[in-house]
């Protein structure tokens, strides 16, 4: 994914999926620079649901661990996270 990034350093996808990536690795530090990069972009409100489909995808494969840490990545960034 790094590399894809470096070669595409716009690619919306390929950077939240990274994000997604260093938090289910516990990588906090990355996750939340790129985490700020997404938020102040226009797709920036929707990041909180973003993580939330991801959190649901990760239920489903019963990757729960997974799926809390996302949730609790979109909740301590102060991400909007439907209800």
Request: with cysteine; hydrophobic share 45%; charged share 25%.
């Amino acid at each position: 994914m790094e590399k894809l990034l470096g070669e595409q350093p716009d690619y919306l996808a390929a950077q939240f999926l990274l994000c997604v990536a260093n938090v289910c690795l516990q990588e906090t530090a990355p996750a939340e620079v790129i985490f700020r990069k997404l938020r102040t972009l226009p797709i920036g409100d929707y990041i909180g649901e973003s993580f939330l489909e991801i959190s649901r995808r990760f239920f489903s494969a019963s990757r729960s661990a997974y799926a809390r840490r996302t949730l609790e990545a979109a909740s301590i960034s102060d991400a909007r996270v439907p209800k």
